[in-house]
């Protein structure tokens, strides 16, 4: 078993609570991906503030920040105290 919700049962659920999937796109490659799906319990949440994204999880969807590059962990802890 791969850890995946039946079909039906995550659209049942997603209406209600956050699902797998809905987080899994927040974490997609795709930066209007990335800056949607906040909420951490219950979806209605993204629904309401329409923060909510309409893409699809799919298997092969890549995971990250757009246009980002691995950077090393030193590179990562400084990038918060670095000017836009």
Request: charged share 25%; net charge positive.
């Amino acid at each position: 078993m791969d850890g995946r919700l039946p079909a039906g049962l995550e659209r049942a659920l997603s209406f209600v609570v956050v699902t797998p999937s809905i987080h899994w796109v927040h974490h997609h490659a795709i930066r209007a991906d990335t800056d949607s799906n906040y909420s951490t319990l219950l979806s209605v949440w993204d629904r309401l503030f329409a923060s909510r994204s309409a893409t699809q999880r799919s298997p092969d969807m890549p995971i990250g920040v757009e246009g980002g590059h691995d950077r090393g962990l030193v590179a990562l802890v400084r990038r918060p105290f670095r000017r836009s």
